[in-house]
């Protein structure tokens, strides 16, 4: 902090401007939602010709996936007439990145929908393609509702080791308290050193108070800690660290149960969001994780980080295409800002490589 009002600092303690991307993030109906509403329609109002920062950076993010779909698209369809190979080469694009198979196979069947022996353009099959995306994607992208009735709202973060967890949870945190709201951290990945001291570091960045144990100590008793310490405190939000040892499926499950379990002798209705963090640059395997934690935690909705590292964003469609899940946030960079609402509709033109 640089003891600016509403100013928060980045990775590099950089001060970065939150007012104005977080204007319109919260809608007060006794439930407030962190919402992509404001951001998906800004691609279009904008005439200006300068774009919003944040589809910049989704734009530029996603550019190593809607460069390698667009990039075959375009040496697809320019150079013959739609034909089967054309259908068939273009699914194996959209597999590649990670669409999943029916997925892929469902749009290039709809780019070939009366299009057989003839020519169509790169911008005809992207503009398909976005429209069949968007149809994916829109019914997943749900705000996370913040339920101003509970108080604390408890959000349990769950997800592999290094999936972006942590990240997400300073974001996430600068993101309410710079729309007014009282936030405390647990720190309840309690087997990595470095997992409490990153959480730390956000507690004093976001100027949130952070419950944290030493390593190794019991991450049930601090989440009850840490959710009395919370309640004590009136806080609106309490945002709760897991450890994500995946390779230890029995551990991890009573874990995450006994963290529950505890947390539900404070507030019977606890944990009221259940957030799984999916890391894009695993590709397919971001299934078996949904699979695993819905199993285990009971996910109530999904983040997708890391999509600006790698070629395979096509994975959130995959994800969305198969379980419905809600997909509340997307980050494509480890800055403060590079965390934001999920939009289907400017998702879905980035992928497709679509200029907003
Ligand atoms: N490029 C990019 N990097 C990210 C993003 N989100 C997180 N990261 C980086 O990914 C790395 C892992 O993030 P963490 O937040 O430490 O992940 P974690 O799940 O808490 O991992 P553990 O602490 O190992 O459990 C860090 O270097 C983050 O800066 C993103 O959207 N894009």
Redesign the pocket.
Known sequence: MHGQAGRLVD?DHQPVPVEDARKHLFLCHGESAITAADMTDSTDDNDSGAKPSWWRRLSTGLKRTSASIGGAIADLVTKRKLDHGVIEELEEALIRADLGVETAVSIAGKVGEGRYDKQVSADEVKAILAAEVEKILGPVAQPLLIDASRKPFVVLVV?V????????IGKLAARLVAEGRKVVLAAG?TF?A??IE?IKIWGTRTKSPVIAGTQGSDAAGLAYEALEAARAQNADVLIVDT??RLQNKTALMGELEKIVRVMRKVDATAPHAVLL?LDATVGQNAISQVEVFSKIAGVTGLVM?????TARGGILVAVAAKFGLPVHFI????GVD??APFAAKDFAKAVAGIEG
């Open positions: 990775h997800g080791n290094g999936s972006g967890k942590t990240t997400t990945d990595r470095a997992a990153q450890a994500g963090v980080t890391k999509l600006d590292g980050g494509v960079g480890e590079d965390l």
